[in-house]
């Protein structure tokens, strides 16, 4: 059984009064009705750092295995806001970014803590725990809301190199590997979880990896990786059609080279993280009895456009920015060895945990998401991203099967400076922007977009797509 105590001692008034504190959040409202325990499933969620779709999977067999293999694969799996903080608060809460009011990295402390996943299981009677990153610019002094056991790191990039972690209370260093760290508070959670095996538990692991600076671990950091393999975007040179941000970039071919060998190099110990959990759940008995998730919180370019080298790598509307690994699986509940091509986005993911342990969808403020096990088919997708200090200025984008629309705004964030449209069945690789071609004839209707995506801007609950 899962303690609400920290393991070793804390250290003085503070750190009990931060455990008192997360107990005060948790009773503050009554538990949710729920299915009972016994025919509620265990939640498993792992997030990586900046992992892309395209590719990075080749090196991670374990995971392909269990969740490729024994679930479904999402081919068009999206981050709503290709950025670490305001994704992580969708995962968390089931919302865009423009109702969670987590915008940029700086804004955690906006996130409403009371309306996200983890409290609404806690609630209903889960056993919660985490370990890994939380949200960027969180105090590491402050317990994450709502988790019974945890320990978080301060920063993706600190953390390999020996960064600080709030364990269950206590600030420390953690000299271990972090990723080998993070699979072994994972085990141990499930076997003291299972020690008794009255409660359903959720278990968020998020691993700093493939985060640059993407340092492997030293029995893979020259472990071999597959071949480098180009693409139209990366070969793209007239770039005239596009934003003068992008247009401006400078390509850097070695520098992203090296950074996809180290990013696929720190995803084997990911790789061995679920093989170690999923051996564990398959000692007690549980891999049938638990919904597991795969994800990541964005995307990542590895050249694409010329971008790759600056900030620009993620944050971008293009492909590889936005689109992201999803895999789940749950057995008797989802196929097994399936690839769905349905849009789906990472704000799905809190309404699929919540229906699968028989809990209430809606909620106040509304989820924008939909359960993955719906039956309701998704047309579009919002994507939307503000500025942060990076070069890539604030855009929004209506993103479809068949095509992507995509403005940029101004600093009042509404006039838009730049327009692009991509029609993703003809140029998959984004390389012609049909507004810039300098052909009207294959342009589309502007304006019925810009509207659109105006709406969609304002979207809530419901009314969002």
Partial sequence: MIRKV??????????????LAVAALGAMAPPAAAAPSSRRPNVLLIVTDDQRASQT???MPETRRVFARGGVRYANAFATTPLCCPSRASIFSGRY??????????????????????RYLRDAGYTTGLFGKYLNHWNITRPPPYFDTWSIFKGSRSHYLGGKWNEDGVVRV??????????QRGARF?????????????LVLTPGAPHLPSIPHRDDATAP??????????????????????????????IVRARRRAQLRSLMSVDDLVKRLFSKLDRYGEKRRTLAIFMSDNGFLWGEHGLGGGTARKRSPYTDSVRIPLLARWP???????TDGSLVANIDIAPTILRAAGLALDRNPPLDGRPLTSSRSRRSLLLEYWADGAP????????????????????????????EFYDQRRDPWQLSNALADGDPANDPDVGALSRRLAALRRCRGDSCP
Avoid at 6 to 19: E, H, K, N, V, Y
Avoid at 107 to 115: G, I, Q
């Fill in 6 to 19: 920290p393991q070793r001692r804390a250290r003085g008034r503070t750190a009990l009064a931060s455990l």
């Fill in 57 to 59: 999977l080749r090196v």
């Fill in 97 to 118: 970014a423009h109702n969670h009011r987590v915008l940029v990295n700086a804004d955690a402390p906006r996130l409403n803590e009371r309306a996200t996943v983890q």
């Fill in 174 to 183: 953690i000299d271990r590997y972090p990723t080998r760290y993070i699979a």
């Fill in 190 to 202: 499930v076997t003291d979880a299972e020690a008794t095996d009255r409660r359903p538990w959720l």
């Fill in 225 to 254: 990786v597959p071949p480098w393999r180009s693409t139209p975007a990366i070969e793209e040179s007239d770039r005239s059609d596009k934003p003068l941000w992008v247009q401006a970039a400078t390509p850097r071919p070695r």
């Fill in 332 to 338: 008797g509940h989802l196929p097994r060895g399936e």
């Fill in 392 to 419: 890539v200025p604030e855009w929004a984008s209506i993103r479809t099967r068949s095509y992507q629309y995509i403005e940029s705004y101004a600093e009042d964030h509404s006039t838009v400076t730049f327009a």
